[in-house]
Structure formats: C-alpha cells, structure tokens
C-alpha cells in the first residue's frame, strides 16, 4: 500500500438518535469510546495526515483525540458533506488519497481498510466505496447500480421509494477519494432531501453522471458496517466486539468458562492458565497475571492488578487494587485503594472501608497475612506479615508483624 494517504475522520454529530447529551462518539464499547477504536485503526495505517472533524461538544471529544491529529470544527452540522468539505481545509497542500471513515463505525478491521485502499490506488479509481450486503439493510444508504452493474449512486433510506429500500447493498460510510475528484465535486451537492442535509453520498452519483470512475468493494464479513446511531445498535457492537476480545484471550491461553456472560474490558492484559468463570465484569487497567482464578460474579474495576497465582473468588469487588502472587480472596470481599503482599488469605466477607466521607484511604496487607473473616479494615492502615485478625475484628490501628489481633476495635492478644 502507498503511503500518500490522509484520513478525515468525521465526528461532529449530535447524538439525536441516542437520545444522549454525551456526543455519540464518546459513548462507551467494551471499556473505551467508540471513537477510540477509529483512531486506532487510522493510526495502524500510517496516514500522512489525520483530521478529525469535531462539532456537537467538542471540548470533551477533542480530549481523546491525540496529538498529531489536526482537528477542525464544523460550524453548523448541516450533512457529512459539509463535514468533508470542513476536514479538507486541512488538507490544503495534500496531494493523493483521501480516507473518510465515521466515527461511528469502530468495528471496522485494519485487513479490511488495507484492501479498499490498495484496490482504489491500484485501479487509478476516483471514489471507491466501502459496500456489505446486509440481510436486513434498513437504516443505511443503499446502493444504486445501473444496467452495467455499475455504481450510479446511493440513496438513503429517508429518501429511498420502496423498490429501492428492498436495495440489499449498503453504503458503510467508508469512501476513498482521489482528493482532487473530491475536492473538485462537493460544491455540487445540495440539501434537496427529507433532512435539508448536505450528504456525502450524493457525490458518489454526480461522480458517475460525470464518467468519473466510481467503483466498490464489499466487505466479507457484513458485521464490521455496524454503524451505532442508537443504543440498541450500541448494545449489538458491545456483544461484537466483547466477542473479539474474548475470543483472543482465549487464543492466547485464558480460559474463559462462558464468553457469553464474561465482560472484558478492551486491551486487559491476563495470563496463560488463569481461568476466568462466568458473571465477570472486568473493567478498564485491570492486568490479572498467570494461573490466576477469577470468579464466578467477581467484579474488577480500574487499576486492579494480580500477580501470578491469585484467586478472587466470588462476589469480589476490587479496585485500585495490587494483589501479591499466591493470595487468595475467595469470598465475598471488598478490597479497594489496597496493596496486599504475597500468600495472604483473606476471609470471607473482608471489607477494606477505604472512604472515610472525605477521601480515600490505603490499606497495606504485609506477605502472609491471614485475615479472618468478616474483618472490616478502616483505611489508613496496615497489617504487618504474618499477622492474624480474628472473625469479625473491626481494624482501626497498623497491627505490627506476627500479631495477632481481634475485637471490636482490634486489640494485640499476643505474637505469634
Ligand atoms: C451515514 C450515511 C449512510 C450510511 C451510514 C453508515 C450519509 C448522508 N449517510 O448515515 O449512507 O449507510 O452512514 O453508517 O452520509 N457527521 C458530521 N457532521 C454532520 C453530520 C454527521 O461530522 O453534519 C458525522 C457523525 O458524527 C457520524 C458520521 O458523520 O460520525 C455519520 O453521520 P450519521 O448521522 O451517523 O449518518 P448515518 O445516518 O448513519
Ligand atoms: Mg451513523
């Protein structure tokens, strides 16, 4: 693939169809905003340049957008044409290939770009689109072709007459343009249509009326079009793209006992040989080490850390969180702002009481440690090696090494 390649990502959209006051772009999929996925597959192609086209609350878009990426900001939100026509400004000295990816589209797969653009830049194309065949195609634009079989342009469903919207073939929002075939015919689109938008796809039709060469590829596997303009398709992409990332922790040696009720957060590092059992929520910054055991119902949540060896069992909440090699917390526990050593058992019904109503507060647990069940921990605190706190002790005091401590509040009985 050639490298004169820019990419005008466009995300300036309300979120009219999420009924949401958080731009759609930003909400969340397996762990991070859909747009996250966009950005990085852009960065995976290496493009000479990047502009990402911003409208509806920018402020907080533009933070996850990194830096080297240009961002412009479409005034008024009147069509994705407009949006184009927007990001392109970026794009004044550039010369070659111009990419216009959604940022709505995140389960879009880098092999699957790659062959677009080498097929456009190959055949000397104009415009080259993206296309699926989808059994159930409502929704999106659908693509018209002539006697010839040719690309004539693309209709979408708001203004599609029937006989077209029984139009199987679907424009994913993915096009490559030569930028100047682009550049040269957007001033032509108008906003006669039931949303008085400038769209975008009406340049794929004045491109073809003008004997430019308009060409598609379809896309193999119909999912990676899923476009999220509801909630209901965002929920759909969740299970997808859970899908995928379960399926490669499993390619690379985890278990996961039931994938189907298993929620994994987008780029959570674990172990070969740890077993992950059903009803596990594991969030965002969670890194679990080698032949650990997680759950049933375990829930991690961010910056929870596991070393080799560990188990939390079930009905575990952990957060912020570093578990030693060879702990276990089997049962029923709350373990937060906490750093627990190696070979400690904490029992059943543990609960590091970390928010004192203010701020939150630490707990250290030394190496070996054997905390009895029941035992409230009122952070800050911390428990010395090999220490003891008995079934129901309510921990206010640092209990030093080997003591063995119980009551309420914990006094030392004796050493160990
Ligand atoms: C669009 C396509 C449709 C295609 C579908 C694929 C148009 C007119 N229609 O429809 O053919 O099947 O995607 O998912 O392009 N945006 C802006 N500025 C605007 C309007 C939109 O930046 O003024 C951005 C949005 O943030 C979004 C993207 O463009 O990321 C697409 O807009 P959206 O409203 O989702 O278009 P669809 O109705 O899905
Ligand atoms: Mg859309």
């Known amino acids: 693939m050639k490298n004169n390649i820019a990419v005008i990502i466009l995300a300036a959209g309300k979120s009219t169809r999420m009924r949401s006051e958080t731009p759609k772009v930003l909400h969340n999929l397996c762990g991070r905003p859909l747009l996250g996925y ?70 879009l797969k880098k092999e699957t770009l790659k062959k677009l653009l080498d097929y456009h830049i190959e055949n000397n194309i104009d415009a080259t689109l993206l296309t699926a065949q989808l059994k159930k195609p409502s929704g999106y634009g659908r693509i018209m072709r002539d006697k010839v079989f040719s690309i004539c ?72 079009a899923l476009g999220i303009n509801t909630r209901a398709e965002l929920a759909k992409a969740n299970s997808l793209m859970q899908q995928r990332i379960n399926e490669k922790l499993m390619q690379d040696g985890v278990t996961i006992v039931d994938p189907a009720s298993t929620f994994i957060s987008f780029g959570t590092k674990i172990g070969v040989d740890t077993v992950i059992y059903p009803f596990t929520v594991i969030e965002r910054g969670v890194k679990i080490g080698k032949r650990c055991s997680v759950g049933p119902f375990a829930h991690l949540r961010e910056a929870a850390e596991l070393k080799d060896d560990v188990t939390a069992g079930n009905f575990i909440e952990m957060v912020r969180a570093k578990i030693g090699a060879k702990t276990f917390v089997k049962h029923f526990s709350y373990i937060g702002d906490s750093s627990v050593g190696s070979c400690v058992n904490i029992g059943a019904g543990t609960v590091t009481a970390n928010f004192d109503g203010i701020k939150k507060n630490n707990t250290i647990i030394q190496d070996k440690a054997n905390i009895g069940s029941d035992t409230v921990i009122v952070a800050p605190v911390k428990i010395g090696r090999s220490a003891f706190t008995g079934a129901g002790s309510v921990i206010t005091k640092n209990v030093p090494d080997n003591a063995v401590v119980a009551g309420v509040p914990a006094r030392i009985l004796r050493k160990r």
Do not use: W
């Not at 533009?62 to 069509?79: D, E, F, N, S």
């Open 153 to 224: 342009g693309i209709v979408e469903e708001k203004d599609a007459d029937e006989v077209q919207k029984d139009i199987k073939e679907i424009n994913t929002g993915i096009m490559v343009f030569k930028k100047e075939s682009l550049d040269g015919n957007l001033k032509y689109i108008r906003s006669h249509n039931r949303k008085q938008e400038y769209y975008l796809t009406d340049i794929i039709g004045i491109l073809a009326k003008k004997n430019y060469l308009v060409d598609g590829v379809r896309l193999e596997d119909p999912q990676e």
């Open 38 to 107: 966009v950005l990085d597959l852009v960065a995976s192609l290496k493009p000479k340049q990047v502009v990402a086209v911003l409208g509806f609350k920018q402020e907080l878009v533009r933070k996850v957008i990194p830096t080297g990426i240009k961002v412009c900001i479409q005034k008024k939100l009147i069509g994705t044409a407009d949006a184009v026509k927007t990001g392109l400004a970026a794009l004044k000295g550039f010369k070659g290939t111009v990419l216009v990816l959604y940022g709505d589209n995140p389960l």
